[in-house]
């Protein structure tokens, strides 16, 4: 009669144990497949900002996603990017000042306050003029920078012209030169952060472009 009812005790016990390793395999996979959810909600519901409201993003924050930025993937493992941030009103000012002497019908625009859509927090991006596939090494950054932000509430919007300018404006130089940019390396583009001050709808994209090839 012992023996039976330890047989029965350890049948139950074998039996807890498999639905609990059941209903954790299953709790497991649920949360897989909803982290999983987020990361597709993040991209399809990101949108490039580009009204900002005054406050610059906390620097701890801002170390998070840059931290996201550099472990993009490269190629080579060469990281043929250089970044610089910047949040200082008197820089971005600045350089702005620079831009509507060149362009005063900018500054005719009474919303217009900065050359980065009025961003308060800006990060520039150089990359290495000796390897040929590093301008995609900065996009894959730059990309890794923009999702991470988005998740954390922070708005972004990348932006070529601003960087055009400072490269090709004489009185810009100034502003160059405090990037510290190195020799060999080119401010690429710069993408201007903050938090969002307005709820863009998603502009249509063309799914014709993609095509499975047999």
Same mark, same amino acid.
């Given at each position: ?8 005790? !350890? ?23 909803? +982290? ?17 409201? #005054? ?15 550099? +472990?993009? #993937? +490269? !190629? ?6 250089? /970044? ?7 820089? /971005?000012?600045? /350089?702005?000042?620079? %831009? ?8 005719? @625009? ?15 991006? &150089? +990359?290495?003029?000796? %390897?040929?596939?590093?301008?995609? @090494? ?14 954390? !509430?922070? !708005? ?14 004489? @009185? &810009?130089?100034? %502003? ?19 938090? #969002? @001050?307005?709820?863009? &709808? ?10 499975? /090839?047999?």
């Amino acid at each position: 009669m012992k023996s039976i009812k330890l047989m029965l005790a !350890g049948a139950s016990l074998l039996l807890c144990c498999g639905c609990g390793m059941q209903v954790k395999e299953s709790t497991t996979v649920t949360e897989k497949a909803s +982290n999983e959810n987020a990361v597709i909600e993040n991209m399809m519901s990101r949108r490039s900002i580009r009204k900002y409201k #005054p406050q610059a993003v906390n620097r701890d924050t801002m170390q998070i996603i840059l931290n996201c930025g550099i +472990n993009a #993937p +490269n !190629g080579q493992n060469k990281q043929s990017w250089e /970044i610089r941030v910047v949040d200082n009103p008197e820089f /971005i000012n600045g /350089i702005t000042e620079v %831009y509507k002497k060149q362009n005063p019908k900018a500054a005719e @625009d009474p919303n217009f306050k900065n050359m980065f859509r009025n961003a308060p927090t800006i990060v520039f991006i &150089a +990359n290495d003029k000796s %390897y040929d596939l590093s301008q995609i @090494d900065c996009g894959l950054l730059g990309e890794n920078m923009i999702l991470s932000a988005w998740s954390m !509430g922070i !708005g972004s919007c990348c932006l070529g012209g601003p960087t055009r300018f400072i490269n090709s404006t004489p @009185d &810009a130089a100034e %502003y160059l030169k405090r990037l510290e940019i190195p020799e060999g390396y080119e401010l690429l583009y710069c993408i201007a952060f903050g938090y #969002p @001050d307005e709820t863009p &709808a998603a502009k249509p994209r063309n799914a014709e472009k993609i095509k499975f /090839i047999d």
